[in-house]
């Protein structure tokens, strides 16, 4: 009795990478230039920095000192005082806390908004995309920082206020990149395959579309996250952000504007601690869009 050998369907299941490839690829993009790399170890440093801030901060960072009002670098405050006599570099150290936890949770809660939204509207289409066209295009005709300011007006000040703002802010961009990577994946083979052997809508959603549109929206993730910190230290410099005395890299700008010509250093180095982050996450995710882009 012969037996009859197992049919294999290659297009009903969608191509993916293995993550080790995937892995190789983002190290090597990383390795072959220096900006790159300098990029990833900044990421990495402040990453670190923000986990370790209670072990890593000399002084505490809301402690005031009378008797040290705008000190300059010196060996007891590497980074001198503020106007209150709180240790600068204690409170870079803190404030890179706050920005990384304000950066990761505003991404991810604009990002599982927008995902599951443009995921949706793509896949179904017909009123439930033309609605969500409608409400991206409008939202999207605020500019991102002004969206943010105006809902972090309405829920007032605080950690979680900002949170919420920017995460809501990033949503229709993440809709909407979202809903086009949708559309270029739906009518693919393996996706025709999976649904003519009855799978759900659900299971070709999480299984096939999603995964082969994951790609561009870690990239996006990634510039965002660097966008997310600067809104929020904006948000904090214009007095809706983090209150005081939470050390925040924007709020410490603010503070030192009015000493910027007598005691430069006070909104210096937190200013300088932005631009450096913020540049790192923009490079860095330059690096992830060339690991994924399958022309390279």
């Not at 990833?40 to 960072?61: E, K, M, S, Y």
């Not at 017909?126 to 991206?136: E, M, P």
């Amino acid at each position: 009795m012969s037996t009859v050998p197992a049919v294999s369907h290659p297009h009903t299941t969608a191509p993916r990478a293995p993550v080790r490839a995937l892995w190789w690829r983002v190290t090597r993009e990383v390795r072959r230039n220096r900006l790159r790399g300098a990029s990833a170890v900044v990421v990495v440093l402040v990453l670190l920095t923000a986990l370790a801030a209670p072990r890593l901060a000399p002084n505490d960072p809301t402690q005031m000192n009378f008797g040290h009002f705008l000190e300059p670098p010196s060996w007891t405050h590497p980074l001198g005082t503020d106007d209150a006599g709180r240790d600068i570099l204690s409170r870079v150290i803190y404030g890179a806390r706050v920005s990384m936890t304000i950066g990761v949770l505003a991404v991810g809660l604009g990002a599982a908004g927008g995902v599951s939204l443009g995921l949706a509207a793509g896949y179904h289409g017909g009123a439930a995309d033309a609605a969500t066209v409608w409400l991206t295009d409008v939202l999207l005709s605020f500019p991102g920082i002004l969206l943010a300011l105006l809902i972090a007006i309405v829920l007032g000040a605080g950690l979680t206020p900002v949170i919420v703002a920017i995460g809501i802010a990033s949503v229709p961009s993440f809709a909407r990149l979202t809903r086009a990577s949708v559309l270029s994946v739906r009518g693919r083979e393996y996706v025709e395959a999976s649904r003519a052997i009855g799978a759900s809508d659900l299971r070709i959603i999480m299984r096939h579309v999603l995964l082969n549109s994951i790609g561009p929206i870690l990239v996006y993730a990634t510039l965002v996250l660097g966008r997310a910190i600067l809104t929020a230290a904006a948000l904090s410099f214009l007095g809706v952000g983090v209150p005081p005395p939470t050390p925040d890299w924007g709020a410490m700008v603010a503070e030192g504007e009015n000493d910027v010509r007598t005691a430069p250093h006070v909104a210096l180095f937190p200013g300088i601690a932005i631009a450096i982050t913020v540049l790192a996450f923009n490079v860095l995710g330059d690096a992830l869009r060339d690991a994924l882009d399958p022309k390279t």
